[in-house]
């Protein structure tokens, strides 16, 4: 995937440097799928909230 030298056989060390990508690929796919799955469970909250401000806003 990536190579660091031309010569020599550096394949512990590529498969280190291939796993640590690999895993900030899927932690960042991750922390991705939580955010959005945290924005919409936020979702009815926030619109319960904009309906109580508009509300109190009418009344001032």
Known sequence: ???LQK???DSMLQELL???LIFLVAYS???VVV???ETVQE???LKK???Q???EMGRL
């Open 43 to 45: 979702m009815p909250e």
């Open 35 to 37: 955010a959005g799955v």
């Open 18 to 20: 291939d796993g640590y």
């Open 1 to 3: 995937m990536i190579t």
């Open 7 to 9: 010569k020599g056989d």
């Open 29 to 31: 796919l991750y922390r």
């Open 53 to 55: 401000y508009l509300r």
């Open 49 to 51: 909230n904009r309906e």
